[in-house]
């Protein structure tokens, strides 16, 4: 038994299913017997009435018949119980119960009993009030300084206090600015009302204030007049205590001073009669109910606070003395004489545990027996030791979660695009201005080994292709089962996607004995769409500003075996021109050199390159592995074609800065128009009508240009994101001339395209230009510096919008630039490590100085001029449109 947990003297369980809260338990000599002893009162929200005088013939006995005394279904729910001097003409205590719409006072009498089961005992009505409003709680006393009666006030749901002359109706007025009510308390040294408002604040208001304000019932039904007409009900004090309060207690120990508390949600206050803290406490766990019960010694005041976490503290100001574990939750705790036992503790739960305890030091009579001594020997826990972890490094080595070929067979997901467009097209909000907009089906299937549960398939392609249905879910999947899931693609935009590619990515959970749950686990498939869903044949152009040529080491192929179905068969089986019209309105033109092994791709401009290049490459692949040709390589002599790159850069941070702009206009205008409308509100409730000095007008006027500036912040995102599109086909573009001009290895273009590519939304927290001027300076910090000066420099660590693309420009110029001299990227653990630069012929020196620098910066098409030796392997992945590759 711990010394820290209550001592139950008595205790029962009240109903079946019944409800309480804290002002449905009080403690008083109801029936008038004079011997100083309290009976325990209940009221249940069920509406039941009990009234207990328990009688245990030995400490911890549950509750006897004749224990209660009385009990009554009132048939409306109790929401309070409270004891006083409520009849007229008499001194006697008799019973105030609130019910929602109803206060009720009853006598409660005994007569005694002529048989062996005891005192008979019975309720009589004395009076009630129908009430006009909701009840919420109700407080009591000698109001106005009245002596020999208590009247009662009670506050009802929409913050209104009605005051009974015990059988007569007094007044009603309305607490300003209520919104929801809180607890109530009366203090009888200053004659005053204390709640807590919804707006956090402890409030005092004076009776004689309250009876003298404007009668609530005699006030028309409108909220300006409720606050505003007749004597103004005004706050006595007030003090912003930060929470909501669950309780107020107001005690007065002496006659010299009384003290106000006040139970928060974290926090215990005691405050003066004016309102001024005297102390408070923050309290560690969360409270359910308190009581303030006595003072031991001159100036100090003991507290028992309730939790939830089944605990009654008890505080002697804010020093904790005693903590005494409950078997429930209190909602209602009070302090009472019991059968001559002073200082009962009475506890009530929400579920109608009902509890009478002591803070007793009853000694433990357990004693622990004693634990028989053994000398160590620690050469024997030294071998057990090391078998142990023999045997756990030989079961991670061979089982691990699962085997990894049984993990990899678990799902197979694999994806199938259809040779044709869909009959019936499904591109019912197509963007793009062509007439009919195709639409290709994908089946994606699912077959699984073993029984998985909570499978989730999503679908992701590049915008500005969308899909008819991006996600599907299965609750489970038995084992060998198999699913297909078929959705449709097509181009919604005016513009190009960056990548015609898709992925189809599916979670789910493996159930295993140990976790019947399951691991979660996630699988991937990739597939590729069409060219012919993004484009059309078209007529070839000659002339066009953007021009790139392709090298290869092989004989030219006729584009007629490359592009099927983008030009008409000819007689001698040759086509060396071609021409492709984007949906979006662009148009692209593919030679074929007749004489020399080169493919010349142009357009009016330069990001609707990519595509068609990537595809030439790609279909170039796998026509020669058709062949059984092995060593086949593209390549490209330059120059990468950095300024039309720079140009696009400007472009979309221009959008940025202008939506920027946008925005903190958009917030200057919203103030001022929330000003306006101030202004406004106050002439209009102003009593005296005033002219409004075109308030009105200027209101208009700034709602107008709120909704301009809106509309014109939203059209400048749909060009941000259009322009970001852009830019990425144009990166995908920079970054495989690259490749193929300096034979970079596939793992090199996947750290080019981890560094220009980092994002796959732009936003104006975190864009693109300083996410990739970030990443291209660690590069050159790390893997492409000349020396170790520059691996000391460092950068900022925070990602924030530039001042211009200037910085950005200079550092993609310097990666080409080092990257040509010899400059080799990786992110292994000796990257930081100085490297030698192979300087290859005809290739200046780095310049050293910001001077030389900026002069990059201005001429970068003259940088990579004198490298057309270079060749290379293209590293695009063959992906092909019926095989999809499972990760």
Sequence with gaps: MSLFKARDWWSTVLGDKEEFDQGCLCLADVDNTGNGQDKIIVGSFMGYLRIFNPHPVKTGDGAQAEDLLLEVDLRDPILQVEVGKFVSGTEMLHLAVLHSRKLCVYSVSGTLGNVEHGNQYQIKLMYEHNLQRTACNMTYGSFGGVKGRDLICIQSMDGMLMVFEQESYAFGRFLPGSLLPGPLAYSSRTDSFITVSSCRQVESYKYQVLAFATDADKRQETEQQKHGSGKRLIVDWTLNIGEQALDICIVSFNQSASSVFVLGERNFFCLKDNGQIRFMKKLDYSPSCFLPYCSVSEGTINTLIGNHNNMLHIYQDVTLKWATQLPHVPVAVRVGCLHDLKGVIVTLSDEGHLQCSYLGTDPSLFQAPKVESRELNYDELDKELKELQKVIKNVNKSQGVWPLTEREDDLKVSAMVSPNFDSVSQATDAEVGADLVPSVTVKVTLRNRVALQKIKLSIYVQPPLVLTDDQFTFESMAPDMTRTVGFSVYLKGSYLPPELEGNAVVSYSRPTERNPDGIPRVSQCKFRLPLKL?????????????????????????????????????????????????????????????????????????????????????????????????????????????????????????????????????????????????????????????????????????????????????????????????????????????????????????????????????????????????????????????????????????????KDTSRLKKHITLLCDRLAKGGRLCISTDAAAPQTMVMPGGCATIPESDLEERSIDQDSSELFTNHKHLMMETPVPEVSPLQGVTE
């Design 534 to 802: 993004v484009c059309l044949p078209g007529q070839p152009s000659k002339t066009a500003s953007h021009k790139l040529t392709i090298d290869t080491n092989k004989s030219p192929v006729s584009l007629l075996s490359l592009f099927p179905g983008f030009a008409k068969q000819s007689e001698d089986d040759q086509v060396n021109v071609m021409g492709f019209h984007f949906l979006g309105g662009s148009q692209v033109t593919l030679l074929a050199s007749k004489t020399s092994q080169r493919y010349r791709i142009q357009s009016e401009q330069f990001e609707d390159l990519w595509l068609i290049t990537n595809e030439l490459i790609v279909r170039l692949q796998e026509y020669f592995e058709k062949q059984g040709i092995k060593d086949f390589t593209c390549s490209f002599s330059g120059p990468v074609p950095l300024q039309e790159y720079f140009e696009l850069i400007d472009h979309h941070f221009e959008l940025r800065i202008n939506g920027e702009k946008l925005e903190e206009l958009l917030s200057e205008r919203a103030v001022q128009f929330r000003a306006i409308q101030r202004r406004l509100l106050t002439r209009f409730k102003d009593k005296t009508p005033a002219p409004l000095q075109h308030l009105d007008t200027l209101l208009d006027g700034t709602y107008k240009q709120v909704i301009a500036l809106a509309d014109a912040v939203e059209e400048n995102q749909a060009n941000l994101f259009q322009s970001f599109t852009r830019l990425k086909s144009a990166t995908h573009l920079v970054i495989l001339l690259i490749g193929l001009w300096q034979k970079l290895s596939a793992d090199q273009i996947a750290i080019l395209e981890a560094a220009f590519l980092p994002l796959q939304q732009d936003t104006q927290e975190l864009g693109w230009e300083e996410t990739v001027d970030a990443a291209l300076s660690h590069l050159l910090k790390t893997c492409l510096s000349k020396s170790s000066k520059e691996q000391a420099l460092n950068f900022s660590s925070q990602l924030d919008i530039p």
